[in-house]
């Protein structure tokens, strides 16, 4: 497990999942904080999709929040020079990255990195919000953190 000061990918922000934690590995990055296992993928991956949802070029993206400002004051940027979802296209976006991993075609990512991470047997992390939020010392059962099982 590790707190590595990033948002959940579940938490939103304008209404939209995952822009959050872009975000903060953004800011990370800058400040030579981010964690070197998260800058490989930096631009990639889920911070492609949601740049592509928003149609944003992520290296614009990343220029605008060196620039500074608040999550919603460089989520209104993306609105201008990309594109504002609708209420129904943000209900859409949501659901489906909540769901990644689950019966698609990352469920064997989601497999394997649940093994690499010692959660192999950890049945209830269908998802990669899950797997990354109990990767990250979030995950709760009742009042517990969970903690990943030792092999």
């Not at 590995?25 to 631009?43: P, T, W």
């Not at 689950?102 to 991470?117: F, G, H, P, T, V």
């Not at 950890?122 to 969970?146: H, P, W, Y």
């Amino acid at each position: 497990m590790r707190e590595l000061g990033l948002r959940s990918p579940a938490s939103k922000v304008g209404g939209i999942v995952y822009f959050g934690r872009m975000l903060d590995k953004i800011r990370q990055h800058v400040k030579g904080e981010l964690s070197a296992d998260y800058e490989a993928n930096l631009g990639r991956g889920f911070d492609a999709s949601c740049c592509t949802f928003l149609r944003v070029d992520y290296h614009q993206l990343s220029e605008r929040v060196k620039d500074g400002g608040s999550d919603d004051e460089v989520l209104q940027w993306c609105f201008s020079v990309g594109h504002q979802p609708t209420n129904d296209e943000a209900y859409v976006w949501n659901e489906f990255m909540r769901k990644r991993g689950w019966n698609d075609e990352l469920s064997e990512i989601l497999k394997r990195r649940k093994k690499e991470a010692g959660m192999a047997g950890r049945s209830e992390i269908q998802t990669m919000f899950t797997f990354i939020d109990a990767d990250e010392g979030r995950l709760l059962v009742g009042n517990q953190k969970l903690q990943p099982a030792t092999d």
